[in-house]
């Protein structure tokens, strides 16, 4: 994976999907350990996706250019602008999981689509986000130079996409093989057997839900930079149902299957566009 962005084949497209293909796998994990490992059907990851980046823009836009000043934005404030818009997401992640403490399958999906609803029409209402529309996030710089054009743009974000995705994947499965994972699993299997066990399930869906928002909110802070604007399309329904695809498709409750589903949906379009050109 190192060496792909210095391949010859490599083009504007491929980067494009190569680099969303990271960012979707964030997002995709967050989903994974909620639905894959605690059981809990989710239909809002694009919403928490949404909250990291209106997060990252609105932390960057109100507070951090005003203060500082910048024009570009150093390497330095992006790398911290990931975990601040996760944290962000974890909040609203944690009280979308609260219903868990009551309901379960397809009652508690209804819930999580609730908000995925509530989320889009909020922000279309909003005038401080320009009610949906696109919201401006400025460029990064490297050693002083502004990072922009299909030839910097897609290699950058190919590497700092390749690192987060490491990072995070590093992050959960030492979380998932700790005490916490195998309560996302007796809850996932049994809740009351769990219970009797000393397993508090309400707690641990709660928190299941708020990992599940901090790993929505790191990818859609990274997708605000990589894009260099917001808008609320980028976090429909139709997102939700694809992470949902993703996380099937890959297969749910392994780390692995994050990676695999995001990419084979996103190579598979223009994989078959090409091959139906070739019959032709």
Request: hydrophobic fraction near 55%; glycine fraction near 12%.
């Amino acid at each position: 994976l190192f060496l792909v962005p210095q391949m010859p084949f490599m083009s504007r497209s491929l980067f494009r999907l190569f680099d969303l293909a990271f960012i979707y796998t964030i997002a995709v994990m967050g989903l994974n350990l909620v639905t894959g490992y605690a059981g809990q059907i989710s239909i809002g990851q694009a919403a928490f996706m949404g909250v990291g980046a209106y997060a990252a823009v609105t932390l960057t836009r109100d507070l951090a250019l005003p203060i500082f000043g910048w024009e570009l934005l150093p390497l330095p404030y992006a790398v911290l602008l990931l975990p601040l818009s996760g944290l962000a997401a974890a909040l609203v992640g944690a009280f979308v999981g609260l219903p868990s403490l009551r309901l379960k399958h397809l009652y508690l999906a209804i819930a999580t689509l609730a908000f995925q609803i509530i989320f889009v029409w909020t922000v279309g209402h909003l005038p401080w986000l320009e009610q949906g529309g696109a919201v401006r996030m400025p460029r990064l710089e490297l050693f002083g130079r502004e990072i922009s054009g299909s030839s910097a743009i897609g290699p950058f974000f190919y590497y700092f996409g390749l690192a987060t995705v490491v990072v995070m994947a590093l992050l959960m499965r030492n979380l998932l093989r700790g005490k916490f994972g195998r309560s996302l699993v007796a809850v996932r299997d049994n809740d009351r057997a769990a219970d009797a066990m000393g397993i508090d399930p309400g707690r641990t869906k709660v928190m299941a839900f708020a990992i599940a928002g901090f790993y929505a909110g790191v990818a859609g802070a990274l997708l605000a930079l990589y894009n260099g604007s917001v808008i609320v399309e980028s976090f429909g329904l139709g997102v939700s149902i694809d992470f949902l695809a993703m996380a099937i498709i890959g297969g749910l409750g392994t780390v692995v299957g994050s990676l695999i589903g995001p990419a084979f949906l996103l190579f598979l379009d223009p994989f078959v566009e090409s091959f139906a050109g070739t019959l032709q």
